[in-house]
């Protein structure tokens, strides 16, 4: 079990930057993958970034260039750096955490946190 908390979250404008935090209870270190979602009003959610034990990272092609992951298993903490934001960026995001153990997979959700990006 892992829970996940988030913070960071808030409103911006269009252009600036937010930096949301995901502290796991517990050492992350072997956790295969962890990553951030976002569900914007009447959507789906979708996979914002993701990165792995291993440390490589993975983008939608929305945030390109634009947002960065990291992890600091020290810390148990992942971060999501948001710079350049825009309206379209605006939705609830949820830290995940994706666990194989025993061949078993294991799917962990955080509360989520808002981003509002105004134009």
């Known amino acids: 079990q892992v829970q996940l908390v988030e913070s960071g979250g808030g409103l911006v404008q269009a252009g600036g930057s937010l930096r949301l935090s995901c502290a796991a209870s517990?050492?992350?270190?072997?956790?295969?993958?962890m990553g951030w979602y976002r569900q914007a009003p009447g959507k789906q959610r979708e996979l914002v970034a993701a990165?792995?034990?291993?440390?490589?990272?993975n983008y939608a092609d929305s945030v390109k260039g634009r947002f960065t992951i990291s992890r600091d298993n020290a810390k148990n903490t992942v971060y999501l750096q948001m710079n350049s934001l825009k309206p379209e960026d605006t939705g609830v995001y949820y830290c995940?955490?994706?666990?194989?153990?025993?061949?078993?997979?294991?799917?962990?959700w955080g509360q989520g946190t808002q981003v509002t990006v105004s134009s």
């Open positions: 517990r050492s992350i270190f072997s956790i295969n993958g």
């Open positions: 990165v792995t034990s291993g440390g490589i990272r």
């Open positions: 995940n955490a994706e666990d194989l153990r025993y061949g078993v997979r294991y799917t962990y």
